[in-house]
């Protein structure tokens, strides 16, 4: 340990038991050729497999290792969010344990923030090579959107991985929102932030955790928690189904002043019928989705609850 600078890097792990010690191995020769101080934050987010033994021996093996263990799986924004609330570097890292966010790149991103010009360092992958085709065209089609309807700036293909200054970090732990989206959290604070490119690697071990429902899920709870434009698409439905229904109504009643009344068709009244149906429906489950943010957000319910680790003085609850 040199230097005066502490880095912190942040590491959630759901059943990483393959991946964490070449990840463990990897990021200590990278760290031990840094003119830094450092410390690990490893939050198991409720594996069942052996994630926690291996964190308890690192921890055991390595003071500068602390290890928190969530009470069940609290999902990874929640997982971020503890290792944010307890780092303690000048600067701070979240990075994934399966090396798809490669250590490597550290020395350059702290050298960057280090030259002063800039708060963070945040990483994109510049292809997306080896995803599923469909899958890479629903992330297109999510990024596009979320950036026209939102003011939170989020580039394409732009990771968790970033080292954050300090001031950054606390304005993050000062965002207690129960409903966490990180990508949008991290550009709707602003910053200063520089973009490090770099091509997409495999995980090495294990298998990923986002199946394509779970992401597809992840991109709707995106744009609800940054954007209220679901909410004016609702009404302006509603503005737009009034007009229709005035200009049928007229031609209704032409049609009957006119032509007295004749036999009118049913297949064409169930058509409208089913279709205003619709519209209804899909316009109060936007609104439903706003309030259940709301609902979860107002129970104030804690974001995660840690069952174990190995620093004092720990917050069980946050
Ligand atoms: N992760 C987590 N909790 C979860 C899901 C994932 O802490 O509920 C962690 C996981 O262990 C990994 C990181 O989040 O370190 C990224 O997960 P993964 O590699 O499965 O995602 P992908 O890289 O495929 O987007
Ligand atoms: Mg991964």
Redesign the pocket.
């Known amino acids: 340990m040199t230097g005066t600078v502490k880095v912190s890097l942040i ?6 038991q393959a991946a964490l010690p070449v990840f463990y191995r990897e990021t200590m020769k990278v760290l031990e050729g840094m003119d830094c101080a450092y410390e690990f934050i490893f ?1 198991d ?1 409720g594996s069942t497999d052996d994630t926690l033994s291996i964190l308890r021996g690192f921890g055991g093996e390595n003071e500068q290792v602390i290890y928190l263990s969530f009470s069940r ?1 609290f ?2 924004e929640a ?1 971020m969010y503890a290792g944010f609330s307890n780092a303690s570097g000048d600067y701070v890292a979240v990075m ?3 090396m ?1 966010d490669p250590p490597s790149l550290l020395p350059q991103m702290l050298e960057i923030l280090r030259g002063g010009g800039y708060d963070s360092v945040a990483t994109c992958r510049s292809t997306r090579q080896g995803e599923p085709k469909i899958r890479s065209w629903f992330a297109k089609r999510f990024y596009r959107i979320i950036n026209k309807i939102s003011d939170a700036d989020i580039v394409d293909g732009a990771r968790d991985f970033r080292l954050m200054r300090r001031e950054m970090v606390q304005v993050i732990v000062s965002m207690g929102e129960y409903n966490r989206f990180s990508k949008g959290i991290f550009g709707w604070i602003g910053f200063r932030t520089y973009w490090l490119q770099y091509d997409n690697v495999e ?1 090495i071990a294990g298998e ?3 199946s394509f429902w779970r992401l597809f899920k992840y991109a709707v709870d995106g744009i609800i928690n940054f954007s209220q434009v679901p909410l004016s698409i609702a009404s302006w439905f509603g503005v737009l189904m009034t007009m229709c229904s005035f200009v049928i109504l007229l031609v209704i009643i032409i049609r009957k002043l006119l032509m007295g009344d004749p036999v009118a068709g049913w297949a064409s009244t169930m058509c409208v019928i089913i279709f205003i149906g619709g519209v209804q429906l899909f316009c109060l489950g936007i609104m439903g989705q706003y309030i259940a943010k709301t609902y979860m957000e107002t129970k104030r319910r804690p974001h995660y609850i840690i069952s174990e680790s190995n620093k004092e003085n720990i917050k069980v609850i946050e």
Not at 11 to 16: A, D, L
Request: proline share 5%; net charge negative.
């Open positions: 590491v959630p792990c759901y059943n990483e939050v987010d799986n999902g990874k997982a994934d344990a399966d798809q995980r990923t955790k986002w």
